[in-house]
C-alpha cells in the first residue's frame, strides 16, 4: 500500500478522477511564508490550507505546540473547498517535507480514504515543468462529515501506560533526540523509553520516499511490536513516520499529537538524554 502519488500520476488524476488539491506549504520558525509561496504561485485548482490556522488548534497550557484542530471546524473547511468522503484529496508541500504528512493524517483520521501525498511536493511539479498559476480557485461547497478513528490517537495516559510491547517512536533529528540542541522548548531530550526513528529517513538519499518493501526493512526492528506510538517535538514531524509505517504493513501505528512539548509541560514528568 502507497500514499504517495508523483506529479505525473497527479496530472492523470485531475483528468479522470473528481480530485482536490491542497498546498500547506508552511515554516515552524514563520508560519505564514507557505502562504506567501502559494500566493506566488501552485498548482492549478490548489487551495491553502494554513499550519496554525487550519491544521492545528489553540495552544492552551497543556496539549502540545501544535494541538489538534477542533474537528468540526476543521471539516467545515474541507467542505468549503469541495471535499466530501468521494472526493480523491492530493496533498502538496514545499518538497517531501512534514506538513504535507500532518495534514494527510488529519484526513485519515476524519475517516478519509482517498488522500495522498504528493511526491516533491511543489519542487518537483515546478521542476517537471508543469503548469504553475497565482489565481485563488473558485469554491465548489460540499459537506464533509467527520467518521473519525479514534484508535489512531494515543494520549499522554497511554504513553505512561504503555508496556513492552508498546514503542514508542522520537521522529526528531538525533541531536534534539539527544538533548543536544533544542531550538524550540525549554526542556531537551525525550520521553524515557522512546526510540529514535528520524522522520528524513523514510526517504531516501535522493530525497524520494521510500518503497513499502525499503520501509519494512527501515523499521524491521519494530516487527514484534503490538503498538506503535509516534510523536516528535509538537505532532507534525511525527507524521511522516506515520505514513510510512502503514505503507511497511503496520497496523497498530497510533500519533500522539502533543508529543513532546505536551509532555514537557507537566512539570513532574521526566526527560531523557541517553541512547534507548
Not at 148 to 158: G, K, Q, S, W
Not at 241 to 253: E, P, S, T
Not at 255 to 262: I, R
Request: charged letters at 30%.
Amino acid at each position: 500500500m502507497t500514499y504517495i502519488i508523483t506529479p505525473s500520476e497527479l496530472i492523470k488524476k485531475l483528468e479522470k478522477d473528481e480530485t482536490v488539491v491542497i498546498d500547506v506549504r508552511s515554516d515552524l520558525y514563520h508560519p505564514d511564508l507557505g502562504y506567501a509561496s502559494y500566493v506566488k504561485g501552485h498548482i492549478p485548482g490548489a487551495y491553502y490550507l494554513h499550519l496554525e490556522k487550519d491544521l492545528s488548534g489553540r495552544v492552551e497550557q497543556h496539549g502540545g505546540n501544535h494541538p489538534l484542530p477542533n474537528m468540526d471546524e476543521l471539516a467545515k473547511r474541507l467542505g468549503e473547498i469541495g471535499i466530501d468522503h468521494s472526493t480523491h484529496v492530493v496533498i502538496y508541500d514545499a518538497d517531501n517535507d512534514m506538513f504535507a504528512s500532518r495534514a494527510w493524517w488529519l484526513l485519515y483520521y476524519m475517516g478519509h480514504e482517498q488522500v495522498f501525498v504528493l511526491e516533491g511536493g511543489y519542487k518537483a511539479w515546478s521542476e517537471a515543468s508543469y503548469e504553475v498559476v497565482m489565481d485563488i480557485p473558485a469554491r465548489k461547497a460540499k459537506k464533509f462529515i467527520p467518521q473519525l478513528r479514534p484508535e489512531v490517537i494515543a494520549n499522554i495516559e497511554d504513553v505512561k501506560r504503555r508496556d513492552d510491547k508498546s514503542v514508542l517512536i522520537d521522529s526528531r533529528a538525533k541531536e534534539r533526540y539527544l538533548g543536544k540542541t533544542e531550538p524550540l522548548y525549554k526542556k531537551a531530550g525525550h520521553i524515557p523509553g522512546a526510540k529514535n526513528y528520524f522522520w528524513r529517513d523514510v526517504l531516501n538519499d535522493k530525497g524520494v520516499w521510500k518503497k513499502p518493501e525499503e520501509l519494512k526493512e527501515h523499521f524491521e526492528k519494530l516487527k514484534d511490536a503490538d503498538e506503535i506510538i509516534v510523536s516528535c517535538g509538537s505532532g507534525i514531524s511525527a507524521c511522516p513516520n506515520f505514513i510510512a509505517l502503514k505503507m511497511a504493513g503496520y497496523k497498530n501505528v497510533k500519533l500522539y499529537p502533543g508529543s513532546f512539548s505536551d509532555w514537557i509541560s507537566y512539570k513532574d514528568n521526566p526527560v531523557e538524554t541517553k541512547e534507548e
